[in-house]
């Protein structure tokens, strides 16, 4: 095939990147945690680990690990379309619970 001009850089990395992402289910939800959240609840909050479905949330205070706790049901939801909605990505299993702790998440 000839080209009249060259590929964006961007369009030739776009397949290396999708191709090196993890596809644990923590690395997806880690992506669109701050999709399924919102930004005030994904600045507050961030996922830490899972186990066998169960995504273990750090908050940064009791107040927000509450207000999660109340809100874990439309959370779920809102991972299960999110997690669904993505293309190219093999399924890892989905998010079962959320488990919310206190304190700041590794490395920050």
Do not use: H, Y
């Amino acid at each position: 095939m000839r080209r009249l001009a060259p590929r964006a850089l961007s369009v030739a990395l776009e397949e290396v990147v999708r191709g090196a992402e993890p596809t644990t289910l923590l690395a997806r939800v880690q992506a669109v945690w701050s999709d399924v959240a919102g930004p005030g609840l994904a600045a507050a909050a961030t996922p830490v680990s899972e186990r066998d479905g169960v995504v273990t949330v750090a908050c940064e205070s009791a107040v927000w690990a509450q207000e999660l706790e109340l809100l874990g049901p439309d959370l779920l939801t809102r991972f299960g379309d999110a997690l669904a909605g993505e293309s190219g990505r093999p399924a890892a299993g989905s998010v079962k619970k959320l488990r919310f702790t206190i304190g700041s998440p590794p490395n920050q």
